[in-house]
């Protein structure tokens, strides 16, 4: 018999207990990549983090609403959101998205590797996340498409571009495919070793009874 899986608000506040910080503090690349080019309106950035992607859509224009299940995380993206001066553009809120989902429309939802080794229903968030796009608006998912170069993670599965793109379970006609693919990047990993990460990118847009129009 498995184990029951983990709390995930008492992992990830675990992992982002302390001082020191986790993560970067840069934008991912797929993100500033994709929405560079957008017409800033509202964006929801599911499992926030540290808060580095809110605060990046924030000085680009963006009203975000950023969200996380971890208490922890978000007191550390509020404060750095505080220190770069774009907390009136960024709304916080905790949710383990496996049991509650933020409301709204949105004109880009992101989802930048939404793994955990925690409780996450993965697929039914992910489609709660495709009914949050607003028309003509975009879903980017970002996912780690293989383990970390040198872990042993032979008990973890990673979705192909294809196994995320089904378990949307999208209608073809309200929505447009305009990226699927499987990239590998060049990033320093915590321990400051130089690695070779693979990931997932898939980007659609939400589209009127599959009529595409001009970018908003």
């Given at each position: 018999m498995?184990e029951?899986?983990?709390d995930?608000?008492?992992?990830?506040?675990e992992f982002?207990?302390?001082?020191?910080?986790?993560?970067?503090?840069?934008v991912?690349?797929?993100?500033?990549?994709?929405?560079?080019?957008l017409?800033?309106?509202?964006?929801?950035?599911?499992?926030?983090?540290?808060?580095a992607?809110?605060i990046?859509?924030?000085?680009?224009?963006?009203r975000?609403l950023?969200?996380d299940v971890?208490?922890?995380?978000?007191?550390?993206?509020?404060?750095?959101?505080?220190?770069?001066?774009?907390l009136s553009?960024i709304?916080?809120?905790?949710?383990?998205?496996?049991d509650s989902?933020?409301d709204g429309?949105?004109?880009?939802?992101s989802?930048?590797?939404?793994?955990?080794?925690a409780?996450?229903?993965r697929?039914?968030v992910?489609?709660?996340a495709?009914?949050?796009?607003a028309?003509g608006?975009?879903?980017?998912?970002v996912d780690?498409?293989?383990p970390?170069?040198?872990?042993?993670?032979h008990?973890?599965?990673f979705?192909?571009?294809?196994?995320?793109?089904?378990?949307?379970?999208?209608?073809?006609?309200q929505?447009?495919?305009?990226?699927?693919?499987?990239?590998?990047?060049?990033?320093?990993?915590?321990?400051?070793?130089?690695?070779r990460?693979?990931?997932?990118?898939?980007?659609?847009?939400?589209?009127?009874n599959g009529v595409?129009?001009?970018?908003?």
């Amino acid at each position: 018999m498995s184990e029951p899986q983990r709390d995930a608000q008492e992992f990830w506040d675990e992992f982002y207990d302390g001082d020191d910080r986790i993560w970067s503090g840069g934008v991912n690349g797929q993100l500033a990549q994709i929405a560079a080019d957008l017409e800033p309106g509202r964006a929801l950035d599911l499992g926030c983090g540290e808060g580095a992607d809110a605060i990046w859509l924030a000085e680009k224009g963006w009203r975000v609403l950023a969200v996380d299940v971890s208490a922890n995380a978000l007191e550390r993206a509020r404060a750095a959101a505080r220190q770069r001066d774009v907390l009136s553009r960024i709304r916080f809120e905790r949710h383990d998205l496996s049991d509650s989902f933020p409301d709204g429309r949105f004109d880009l939802v992101s989802a930048q590797f939404l793994h955990s080794p925690a409780r996450l229903d993965r697929e039914t968030v992910l489609r709660r996340a495709a009914d949050a796009v607003a028309v003509g608006g975009r879903l980017l998912i970002v996912d780690h498409g293989a383990p970390p170069p040198g872990a042993d993670a032979h008990d973890h599965h990673f979705a192909t571009v294809e196994e995320v793109l089904a378990g949307l379970r999208l209608d073809d006609a309200q929505w447009r495919l305009l990226r699927a693919e499987r990239v590998e990047r060049d990033a320093v990993g915590r321990d400051g070793t130089n690695m070779r990460w693979t990931d997932n990118v898939i980007l659609l847009r939400r589209t009127p009874n599959g009529v595409d129009q001009a970018a908003s």
